[in-house]
């Protein structure tokens, strides 16, 4: 059992930035890829972005390239998503995520741990 909690959320103006942070417990934090999504009210999970277990390699989801960074510390069990220029659009509850397999996905279904989300506002 893998236990996820974010933190960091919160309420930004439009160009602002946030740090997310999510710590992880309950198994060897470097066995499994990481990840982050988002998901506003009356609308699919959306990807935002993947972290490979040693770090190597990440993806990010279209609408965040460029200004989202997801990065992660295997000795303090933590992964990270750096938001910098951030949009209205932004806005969502945040979700980080755990994924056992080393197939990178951004399929929402293809991950096995799912923290209790983080909410962000990004006003105009």
């Known amino acids: 059992q893998v236990q996820l909690v974010e933190s960091g959320g919160g309420l930004v103006q439009a160009g602002g930035s946030l740090r997310l942070s999510c710590a992880a417990s309950?198994?060897?934090?470097?066995?499994?890829?990481m990840g982050w999504f988002r998901q506003v009210p009356g609308k699919e999970r959306e990807f935002v972005a993947r972290?490979?277990?040693?770090?190597?390699?990440?993806i990010y989801g279209d609408s965040v390239k460029g200004r989202f960074t997801i990065s992660r510390d295997n000795f303090k069990n933590t992964v990270y998503l750096q938001m910098n220029s951030l949009k209205p659009e932004d806005t969502a509850v945040y979700y980080c995520?755990?994924?056992?397999?080393?197939?990178?996905?951004?399929?929402?279904?293809?991950?096995?741990?799912w923290g209790q989300g983080t909410q962000v506002t990004v006003s105009s």
């Open positions: 309950g198994r060897t934090f470097d066995s499994f890829a």
């Open positions: 972290i490979s277990r040693s770090g190597g390699a990440v």
């Open positions: 995520v755990g994924d056992t397999s080393p197939v990178a996905s951004q399929k929402p279904e293809r991950y096995d741990y």
